[in-house]
């Protein structure tokens, strides 16, 4: 079974750059087929999907964050990194990081971190 854990911190200061770390176990993020996402839910909002690592390292990114966005991973930990600049009060959320998998005629979210809130301090 695969497990997703965030890690990072759980309060960052206006305009500065948030760091969340996923850790996967029970599997390979270099697994065919396995596409690493970031996810976040703003207090009282929907699922907001930020942006996904695949198995083989391309990124892509929510065109609303894309500029402050970057995903990247460490292959020797089996871990992927969000990095979010220019943090605002309209970031804080609930973190997620998720397996989705990628097939011919098929998607489906796989497994799911346990979230991790975030808040902003003005």
């Known amino acids: 079974q695969v497990q997703l854990q965030e890690s990072g911190p759980g309060l960052v200061n206006f305009s500065q750059t948030l760091s969340l770390t996923c850790t996967v176990s029970?599997?390979?993020?270099?697994?065919?087929?396995?596409?690493w996402n970031w996810i976040r839910q703003p207090p009282g909002k929907g699922l907001e999907w930020i942006g996904r690592i695949s198995y083989s390292g391309y990124t892509y990114y929510s065109p609303s964050l894309k500029s402050r966005t970057s995903i990247s991973r460490d292959t020797s930990k089996n871990q992927f990194t969000l990095q979010l600049t220019s943090m605002t009060a309209e970031d804080a959320a609930v973190y997620y990081c998720a397996l989705v998998v990628v097939s011919p005629g098929i998607l489906y979210f796989r497994s799911w971190g346990q979230g991790t809130q975030v808040t902003v301090s003005s």
């Open positions: 029970g599997g390979d993020i270099t697994t065919d087929s396995y596409h």
